[in-house]
């Protein structure tokens, strides 16, 4: 059975920073796509970090490139997401993911991921 577990969420200051775990329970890690997404209240989720397991490679949408890490510890099955120099904007409901099957090439369309953690809150005040 696959469970997907995030922590890390909280409150912060802006400017502040986070760091997110998604702790995966699943047969195969290797040669997965794991992405994290939010949702903020009246808005559609969004993709903002994935990572390929397999060959590392990584994306980010365009509003946190440069402020956070998608990063993987293989060995404990767990990727993270370092969120830096955190803005009110970022404030959301932020999930893992994971894709079904072969994934080598790292995607951030929610339409591409089978399998969905129950979220972990991120408030940012100004």
């Known amino acids: 059975q696959v469970q997907l577990v995030e922590s890390g969420g909280g409150s912060v200051q802006a400017g502040g920073s986070l760091r997110l775990t998604c702790a995966l329970s699943i047969y195969t890690y290797s040669s997965t796509c794991v992405g994290w997404f939010r949702q903020a209240p009246g808005y559609d989720r969004e993709g903002v970090a994935s990572?390929?397991?397999?060959?590392?490679?990584?994306v980010y949408a365009d509003s946190v490139k440069g402020r956070f890490t998608i990063s993987q510890d293989s060995s404990k099955r767990t990727v993270y997401l370092q969120m830096n120099n955190l803005k009110p904007e970022d404030a959301a409901m932020y999930y893992c993911?994971?894709?079904?099957?072969?994934?080598?090439?790292?995607?951030?369309?929610?339409?591409?991921?089978?399998?969905w953690g129950q979220g972990t809150q991120v408030t940012v005040s100004s």
């Open positions: 990572l390929s397991t397999g060959n590392g490679g990584t």
């Open positions: 993911a994971l894709t079904r099957g072969f994934c080598n090439v790292p995607l951030l369309a929610v339409s591409q991921y089978t399998y």
